[in-house]
């Protein structure tokens, strides 16, 4: 993989020169906010949807992003085109800034502003055709009245835990429980169902992230005259489902085909799942702002 070009207030550098404070916040405390984006054949995907994402995360932190989501969508795009790139991943990390020693977020004068582009690689390498094998983490998914997790900030231990979980467990990935036991989420996915051919995910208000590509399934599932719906589900929905995926920016769509030991429908990615993941692959380049647009 070849290097990664960073962007960081203001500068461009290679990764191997690419630097922030040791009292960055970000870097102290897990004090900011990210957006993890691809961009497909030189389009970034759900750009615009990612940056109300990101701002309405900076919100709930009162962390003030100077310039406007339009800003930060040429900045991003002139960080892609810097690199030739037209596939590529790109992680977008707003952090409190730097302040001292102490966490109080008025130290911090500015935050600093980092986009990393690089070359993307499908996260579950060859499993796209297998599925996924995942196991249920004992670790609950963080109550919403303790941080809105709705917000994608920088706070991840909750699913790095989930993930050592999975990781010990030898599965790919864990599903997330909220306080109340019903299903939430992946570590780093959203997480559907397929029941009598009808596409189901908890809704929001389980605590799960609205994931832009979650959100992109809904339309793909319109498109494809398969109803999708929001559902609060137990595991016993998930368990005796006919097929199950779970979806990301960096995961995509991948099919899960076992839960806790239990075989999803007949342990082979189902029939709805291979529809959408060839549908996303079809529809995916129209869905975002073009970086190379001469315009910009
Ligand atoms: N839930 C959570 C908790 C996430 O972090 C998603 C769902 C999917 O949302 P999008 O918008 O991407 O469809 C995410 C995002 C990683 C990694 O390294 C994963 C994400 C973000 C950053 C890193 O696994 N997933």
């Known amino acids: 993989m070849g290097s990664a070009l960073v962007y960081i207030n203001g500068e461009y550098c290679e990764e191997g020169t690419a630097k922030i404070s040791v009292f960055d916040h970000g870097f102290l405390y897990g004090d900011g906010v990210f957006e993890s984006i691809r961009c497909y054949n030189g389009t970034v995907f759900g750009l615009q949807e990612h940056m109300e994402r990101l701002f309405e995360s900076a919100k709930l932190i009162n962390l003030k992003i100077s310039g406007t989501p339009e800003n930060m969508v040429d900045l991003v795009c002139e960080t892609i085109r810097r690199t030739d790139l037209r596939d590529a991943y790109v992680r977008l990390v707003i952090s409190r800034g730097i302040g001292d020693l102490g966490m109080d977020p008025k130290k911090c004068p500015e935050p600093t ?7 993307a690689e499908p996260m579950y390498g060859d499993l796209y055709d297998k599925g996924i094998r995942v196991i249920t983490t004992g670790i609950r998914r963080i109550a919403i009245d303790a941080i809105d997790v709705r917000a994608k900030t920088l706070n991840y231990l909750n699913n790095i835990l989930a993930k050592i979980q999975a990781n010990t467990a030898g599965c790919e990935e864990a599903l997330m429980l909220n306080h109340l036991g019903y299903v939430c989420e992946g570590t780093g996915d959203n997480v559907f ?3 009598n051919g009808v596409v189901l995910t908890p809704p929001a208000e389980s605590g799960a992230l609205k994931g832009i590509t979650r959100r992109f399934i809904f339309a793909l599932s319109k498109k494809l ?5 929001e559902k609060n589900m137990t595991l016993i929905d998930v368990y005796a489902s006919d097929e199950a995926f779970m979806t990301g920016t960096l995961a995509e769509i991948v099919p899960v085909v076992e839960v806790d030991g239990r075989e999803i429908g007949d342990g082979k990615p189902g029939g709805i799942t291979k529809r959408l993941m060839a549908e996303f692959v079809e529809s995916r380049e129209a869905y975002g702002i073009a970086a190379y647009n001469e315009k910009r």
């Open 225 to 229: 005259n398969i109803v999708c719906n």
């Open 113 to 119: 502003v980092v986009i990393i582009v690089q070359e």
């Open 193 to 195: 169902i397929v029941k």
